[in-house]
């Protein structure tokens, strides 16, 4: 049974920072492909940021150089750095994982991120 199980989301004032981790029950070598997804009130699920079984990184153009997504493979963690955050990064955050074999997705319960002052 795969599990996904993000911590880190908080409230945060404009200009701050978090880092969201999710520990994964499996081996990052079981997937290909994990990442982060937000989904706003009232907007679709969107990707924030992957990162491959290679290591290779993506990143929706508007985030790239405020969020960083890295992994520790020892601990099955990945980690979304959030850096300068404004309020329209006010969002419920998901850790997503596609499992190699069968291309399953599979999603984590959410973590709520709230930038306000």
């Known amino acids: 049974q795969v599990q996904l199980v993000e911590s880190g989301g908080g409230l945060v004032q404009p200009g701050g920072s978090l880092r969201l981790s999710c520990v994964h029950s499996?081996?990052?070598?079981?997937?290909?492909?994990m990442g982060w997804y937000r989904q706003a009130p009232g907007k679709q699920r969107e990707l924030v940021a992957a990162?491959?079984?290679?290591?290779?990184?993506t990143y929706t153009d508007s985030l790239k150089g405020r969020f960083t997504i890295s992994r520790d493979n020892a601990k099955n963690t990945v980690y979304l750095q959030m850096n300068s955050l404004n309020p329209e990064d006010t969002a419920v955050y998901y850790c997503?994982?596609?499992?190699?074999?069968?291309?399953?997705?599979?999603w984590g319960q959410g973590t709520q991120v709230t930038v306000s002052s």
């Open positions: 990162i491959t079984a290679g290591g290779i990184t």
């Open positions: 997503h994982a596609r499992a190699r074999v069968s291309s399953v997705d599979y």
């Open positions: 499996l081996s990052i070598f079981s997937f290909n492909t």
